[in-house]
């Protein structure tokens, strides 16, 4: 049976800091169309992994491909990456905010931006300072899910906020998602991405420890993506 052309393709890739390793022999194929869970600890190299794919970290060796391109300046034009730290000017009101993401990418949506700003009840006049954590996470969301991109690269998007919030955030995210688009979101609280993800990829000190469909991994293990989490970490 013949499968698709990898829009991620990544061989052999190794990383260190300082010669301390943060990802190891690491090789995997992500293709269109999916969503995928990178699962694993804090400092487990996902937020590496991410920044390496999103064009922001260099000083690898290995190779890493996004639809047969390097990472650099034509990848980032068709990858939306939502980085694990903030990074808008504490100033910005979300118009403002929406205004400068239309100045700066071509594929930007700002009809979608603000009808997401509108599902997460944001206030339209106060900045991103006089906000709480998670209207700010949800702003941020607002506007890297509204670029028309073929890969959304989100590191941590629920972390840090409760349980409640993590909810409206993830229904911001699949909001009117292109099925044909490619996502990978890492996370370590696996129980509320375990519903949407069809494909899983474990990652442990560095390297891949398993990798599959989420419905075969469940199968297989007879139980959940986030019992095979505990079992495989234990």
Known sequence: MQTSTPLISISHLTKSYRKIPALTDVSLDLEAGHIVGLLGENGSGKTTLLKILAGVLAEWTGDVTIDGRAPGAE?????????????????????????????????????????????FKLPQDRTLKEMSKGMGEKLRIALVMSRRARVYLLDEPISGVDPAAREVLL??????FDPNAL??????????????????????GGSILLTGDADDLRSEYGMSLDAIFRKEYR
């Open 75 to 119: 990848t980032k034009a068709m990858v939306s990456y939502l980085p694990d730290a903030e990074f808008l000017n504490p100033a910005l009101t979300p118009p403002a905010a929406i205004d400068l993401y239309q100045r700066f990418f071509a594929d930007f949506d700002a009809e979608k931006a603000r009808d997401l700003v509108e599902f």
């Open 171 to 176: 229904d911001g995210i699949l909001h009117e």
């Open 183 to 204: 996502m990978v979101m890492s996370t370590h609280i696996i129980t509320d991405i375990e519903s949407f993800v069809d494909q899983v990829v474990f990652v442990r």
